[in-house]
């Protein structure tokens, strides 16, 4: 069984900052890639931020130069530091992240995990 739990969410005036937070816990192996999508209302999922086991990341064009991504591998934690906020960033933000758990002795699965997600609003 293994969770994500996020944390951090909530009502911020425009220019303001947020700090999101998730946590995966369990029978983890190890973590893959890490992330953050959102969904406002009436439109898809989509990626925020994402970042490798290696450090590596990638924004959407939208939220560059404001959002900082950021993991700590030893504790499967996965950070988004949401800075300079805009209007247009309310959305509902979810953690996800591709859990490796050892199925048998000999073999490992990948499981694309998602948290409960957690809302964030940014007014004007």
């Known amino acids: 069984q293994v969770q994500l739990v996020e944390s951090g969410g909530g009502l911020v005036q425009a220019g303001g900052s947020l700090r999101l937070s998730c946590a995966a816990s369990?029978?983890?192996?190890?973590?893959?890639?890490m992330g953050w999508y959102r969904q406002a209302p009436g439109k898809s999922r989509e990626l925020v931020a994402a970042v490798t086991s290696g450090g590596v990341t990638n924004y959407a064009d939208s939220v560059k130069g404001r959002f900082t991504i950021s993991r700590d591998n030893a504790k499967n934690t996965v950070l988004l530091q949401m800075n300079s906020l805009k209007p247009e960033d309310t959305a509902v933000y979810y953690c996800?992240?591709?859990?490796?758990?050892?199925?048998?002795?000999?073999?490992?699965?990948?499981?694309?995990?998602w948290g409960q997600g957690t809302q964030v609003t940014v007014s004007s």
């Open positions: 996800n992240a591709g859990v490796v758990i050892n199925l048998t002795r000999r073999s490992q699965g990948t499981l694309d995990c």
């Open positions: 369990g029978s983890i192996t190890r973590v893959d890639d």
